[in-house]
């Protein structure tokens, strides 16, 4: 749960305000360990899976 809420203008068309969003979410998120070792890498331009299921059709 958020512990307080802000109002911040933002516009994604003219590029205004998107720094100050993006410090203030990450500001928000837990700290954690890495997932993986920083010497672990990939070439993959899919690197994270995708949010829906693959779906195979014949």
């Known amino acids: 749960m958020l512990n307080h809420a802000e ?4 516009s994604a068309t003219k590029r ?12 928000m998120l ?7 070792p ?3 890498v990939t070439d993959s331009t899919n690197a994270t899976p995708p949010l829906t299921p693959s779906v195979n059709r014949a």
């Open 7 to 10: 109002v911040m203008k933002v």
């Open 16 to 27: 205004l305000g998107l720094d100050e969003l993006r410090g203030e979410l990450i500001s």
């Open 30 to 36: 837990p700290q954690r360990p890495p997932d993986y």
């Open 38 to 40: 920083e010497e672990q």
